[in-house]
């Protein structure tokens, strides 16, 4: 099903970004991995087995988010899917969290998704087909204490994506979303650098490989949404019914950082 599909993957030199192009690469995707640092990419690069392409790029730049895609449609004549990773996060209480940083994190986590599609868009209209996948975070659905900046970015990920899915019926695109909670992937030496929070929700953290493998399969699918882990479907269901009796109910349970 993925053999010579071409496959745009930001923030792809760590973490569930290079594992997710690892696996497209050996399941027969053609693989652009993009990301800031080109040194991590050609790490990355050395890994895949297939055929594959390296983009030194940076979402917060549109310029070089446009020739990127350019450039790729141009060689490939397409874009069939994009996989919009790229993002980092920091738990800090709101007082000590500067507003630059507010920003600076909305302007990666959301607004380099929002240049990423705007670029593969016009050419996936004129393909009639493509899928843009999304990856969001459990965040995005139940706030926590010290996530203000990162929950903020994510639930306008959230709610572009679910504008978005509305806006593209019909057009042959898939609009899909991802919403894990905690994986063990190199994101927490910046979002929690004492290590405090990680002890905490140990127990609850998911495998990086195995958050990889649910996300090649949602693109096989072309589902439009997946919440890992699986339980913490429930828990969004609940909160989204009753949200301030969850607020109050898991007060303790969820506020870990």
């Known amino acids: 099903m993925l053999n010579h599909k071409v496959v745009v993957v930001t923030g792809a030199s760590s973490g569930i ?22 040194d991590r990419l050609q790490e990355v690069g050395t890994r895949l087995s297939g055929p594959h392409e390296l983009a030194t790029m940076d979402v917060q730049n549109s310029e070089q988010v446009s020739s990127v895609m350019e450039a790729v449609f141009q060689r490939h004549g397409r874009i069939d899917v994009l996989i919009n990773n790229a993002g ?19 302007d990666v986590n959301y607004m380099g998704i929002v240049r990423c599609t705007q670029a593969v868009l016009p050419g996936m209209l004129k393909q009639g087909d493509g899928q843009i996948v999304n990856i969001a975070s459990m965040a995005g659905k139940i706030g926590t204490a010290k996530s203000t900046a990162y929950s903020a970015t994510k639930h306008a990920v959230l709610g572009f994506s679910n504008s978005l899915r509305q806006e593209l ?51 096989h699918k072309r589902n439009e949404e997946l919440n890992l882990p699986r339980l913490a479907s429930f828990g969004i269901r609940l909160y989204q019914l009753f949200p301030r009796f969850a607020d109050r109910v898991s007060y303790k349970w969820m506020n870990k950082k």
Do not use: H
Request: aromatic share 10%; charged share 20%.
């Open 17 to 38: 970004g290079a594992l997710i192009a690892e696996k497209l690469s050996a399941q027969g995707a053609y693989v652009v991995l993009c990301a800031r640092s080109a």
């Open 88 to 106: 980092y996060g920091k738990f800090e209480s709101i007082m000590d969290m500067p507003q630059e940083e507010f920003q600076d994190m909305m």
């Open 169 to 219: 019926r019909n057009t042959g695109i898939t609009v899909s979303t991802v919403n894990p909670g905690p994986i063990d992937t190199p994101f927490f030496s910046l979002a929690d650098p004492t290590g405090g929070y990680v002890k905490n929700v140990s127990w609850f953290m998911m495998k990086a490989d195995y958050v990889a493998d649910q996300v090649v399969k949602l693109v």
